[in-house]
């Protein structure tokens, strides 16, 4: 059943595809915050030198961040939430405890 409502989902409504757009990238800038703060507290402020493979990871999470558009579809921000996750599990595996 279709309604006058601008934003309903069933007419495939472009401001509601945008909405749903904007929410996902906000969420996925949080868990992009989360990695950064695992990093920084982790390293930074016990005075530990960032491994490399650390700190290369952490830029690509920030990269991934700053190519976020309006434009990315479900497939792409499907990829890069797998991505996110699998640098947040790589850079806690390789971080020694306690990290918690």
């Not at 595809?17 to 402020?45: A, D, P, W």
């Not at 976020?68 to 020694?96: C, G, M, Q, W, Y």
């Amino acid at each position: 059943m279709l309604t006058d409502n601008p934003y309903d989902s069933s007419r495939n409504n472009l401001p509601l595809m945008r909405y749903q757009i904007t929410q996902t990238h906000e969420v996925l800038k949080e868990f992009v915050s989360h990695i950064s703060g695992f990093v920084t507290r982790n390293y930074v402020y016990t005075d530990k030198e960032i491994p490399e493979k650390i700190k290369r990871l952490e830029d690509e999470a920030q990269e991934i961040k700053r190519s976020f558009s309006l434009s990315d579809t479900r497939e792409i921000l499907n990829k890069h939430e797998a991505r996110l996750v699998e640098i947040d599990s790589i850079i806690k595996d390789a971080t020694p405890l306690p990290h918690r």
